[in-house]
T-cell receptor, first 111, second 115 residues
Framework: EAQVTQNPRYLITVTGKKLTVTCSQNMNHEYMSWYRQDPGLGLRQIYYSMNVEVTDKGDVPEGYKVSRKEKRNFPLILESPSPNQTSLYFC??????????FGPGTRLTVT | AQSVAQPEDQVNVAEGNPLTVKCTYSVSGNPYLFWYVQYPNRGLQFLLKYITGDNLVKGSYGFEAEFNKSQTSFHLKKPSALVSDSALYFCAVGGSGAGSYQLTFGKGTKLSVIP
């Protein structure tokens, strides 16, 4: 079954404590992306990757890092989380242009 | 820069009635247009897309969308709404070529189908 998995699904943390949200896909897709979803703002892209070792900034990259060492994994790293990074995060992957498969989401709260 | 506007935050429709969720876009060149649906506590799911060809495209769950180049619109439609269609709907636009992997999403429209 085609799948995009994210972990953890829910996370409450404190300001400044480094965290990583993992994303893994089993579809052998080259394209992967991270979005955040906020009420009234829709989905905004954080980072994306067109292939292994190739990553690029999206619309809202500040405060985030990513890496793409393997095709299947695309972790999102918050080195020093702040309350304004409280959000719902989605990982997505795509094999056909524009047709993206989304993970179930990670709800992050930073206090 | 490409952009998408969904002018309605919420659309209410009675079960069995036709529904329309509106979307307008702005992009250089020929657009790639998409609709996604998000059910509560779930990720987005692809519904349908327009790349080229017929202006009326059909997608999953009985949904269709009409591309109108002169009005730069791509409205989502369904002839008869179901309660189970209640969800958050996102329109998205991508550029042509390799850039079409990159999507710009609208802010979403919440559809409520009333029994």
């Amino acid at each position: 079954e085609a799948q995009v998995t994210q972990n953890p699904r829910y996370l409450i943390t404190v300001t400044g404590k480094k965290l990583t949200v993992t994303c893994s896909q089993n579809m052998n897709h080259e394209y992967m992306s991270w979005y955040r979803q906020d009420p009234g703002l829709g989905l905004r892209q954080i980072y994306y990757s067109m292939n292994v070792e190739v990553t690029d900034k999206g619309d809202v990259p500040e405060g985030y890092k990513v890496s793409r060492k393997e095709k299947r994994n695309f972790p999102l790293i918050l080195e020093s989380p702040s309350p304004n990074q409280t959000s719902l995060y989605f990982c997505a992957t795509g094999g056909v242009p524009g047709e993206q498969y989304f993970g179930p989401g990670t709800r992050l709260t930073v206090t | 820069a490409q952009s998408v506007a969904q002018p309605e935050d919420q659309v209410n429709v009675a079960e069995g009635n036709p529904l329309t969720v509106k979307c307008t876009y702005s992009v250089s060149g020929n657009p790639y247009l998409f609709w996604y649906v998000q059910y509560p506590n779930r990720g987005l799911q692809f519904l349908l897309k327009y790349i080229t060809g017929d202006n009326l495209v059909k997608g999953s769950y009985g949904f269709e969308a009409e591309f109108n180049k002169s009005q730069t619109s791509f409205h989502l439609k369904k002839p008869s709404a179901l309660v189970s269609d209640s969800a958050l709907y996102f329109c998205a636009v991508g550029g042509s070529g390799a850039g079409s992997y990159q999507l710009t999403f609208g802010k979403g429209t919440k559809l409520s189908v009333i029994p």
